[in-house]
């Protein structure tokens, strides 16, 4: 099983920081931000502790595969409207990707992006540029684009739009999707009934394009478009579900990321992935 969590990088110990938390939590992947989701400041890489880090990998067993980065959230590729936008995600994309390379990361998750208005199809048009302005000499790694639950102008929440956006990319061993179980929930999938997910996304998109799972349970009902994430077993999903995607054996290579809550300041997921691997929620929550 690969199973990890979103983990902090942070003074003063960067990433060797992030792999000793991924540690404490007995997991086997993570997902770091390079710096701080909402914002584009990036300390420069030589001073996170990088080698380090990848040396407790390597000495923990750690899979260079499952390190997982997302880029902040901040960035949006579908920005038709207003060029510095447009222009910042390019830009930006573009140097976070040789930041994960500093890394020896392969995967950089990213949010499709917001039409803001400009309609489905201009938004989804824009983002191909942008990726193909950013990715046509780019190599060993994948811009994993998540699947979104859909509020506001979102684009991403069915799989036909991220099929679109694919199809439009000239370097396809550069692009990939990744799969967040409480937004496809929240966009409307049966997450119920995975394997359909599983066979729908084949269809739609190819399950070869999948590359990293996101587990997370939801606050809200199917369908909301909310994008609440709720801690495993505390949410509409529920435990049981997610651990039958979890241990689904056609996203067995894949690592699995959690993204629940912290509660009163605390991360949540030494004791979930604790509940994953023996199979058995257990009402921990004060
Ligand atoms: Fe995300
Ligand atoms: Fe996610
Ligand atoms: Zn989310």
Known sequence: ???????????????????????SYKANALMVYTGAPQNTFRRDVSALKIEAGLELMVQSNIDINNL???AP??????????????ELATTFLSKEIQRVKAFKGRIIVLHPG???????EVGMD???KGLNMVLDDERDISIALETMAGKGSEIGKRFEELAYI????NNKA?????????HIHDAGYNVFDFDGVLDEFDRIIGLEYLSVVHINDSKNEVGARKDRHENLGYGKI????LLKIINNPRIAHLAKILETPYVDGHPPYKTEIEMIKKGEFKDWRP
């Open 238 to 241: 529920g435990f049981d579900a």
């Open 166 to 169: 694919i199809e439009g990319v």
């Open 1 to 23: 099983m690969k199973i990890g969590s979103h983990v902090s990088l942070k003074a003063p110990d960067f990433f060797l920081g992030s792999v000793q938390e991924a540690l």
């Open 73 to 86: 959230y901040i960035i949006n590729l579908a920005n038709s409207i207003k060029p510095e936008t447009f």
């Open 68 to 70: 997982i980065v997302h």
């Open 174 to 182: 550069c692009v990939s999707v990744c799969l967040d179980t409480c």
């Open 114 to 120: 917001a039409h803001v208005k400009a309609g489905l």
């Open 126 to 128: 824009q983002a191909i």
